[in-house]
């Protein structure tokens, strides 16, 4: 299974993006897809992860109310709507698959390659 990110581009403070992740086939082996995201110099950080089975979605304290996820069945398709951006959003953006329901890592089977996101002022 491939996942392949999308949407990123450099914006200014306060604009939107709407960032997608396709899956290259349906899996019963993703029971959530997550997004992390990993500025330069620093390691990845969990962002939001979305349950697949029904859309629930849980976010980091840093972009909640801010960041809003949500699953696309038909297109076999995460996407992640960013608003109010700030600099500290820039960063590469990652999509990654696993099994469990969770913000660690560790315990995702399949990633992106990325997408990166440059917000300035």
């Known amino acids: 299974v491939q996942l392949v990110e999308s949407g990123g581009r450099p914006v200014e403070v306060g604009g939107s993006l709407r960032l997608s992740c396709v899956a290259s086939e349906q899996t019963t082996a993703m029971y959530s897809r997550a997004w992390f995201r990993q500025a330069p110099g620093k390691g990845r950080v969990f962002v939001a992860v979305?349950?697949?089975?029904?859309?629930?979605?849980e976010y980091a304290e840093s972009v909640k109310g801010r960041f809003s996820g949500s699953r696309d069945v038909v297109n076999n398709a995460v996407h992640l709507q960013m608003n109010s951006l700030k600099p500290e959003d820039s960063a590469t953006y990652f999509c990654?698959?696993?099994?469990?329901?969770?913000?660690?890592?560790?315990?995702?089977?399949?990633w992106g390659q990325g997408t990166q996101v440059t917000v300035s002022s």
């Open positions: 979305v349950r697949w089975s029904d859309g629930y979605t």
């Open positions: 990654a698959g696993g099994m469990k329901f969770s913000r660690h890592e560790s315990l995702y089977d399949y």
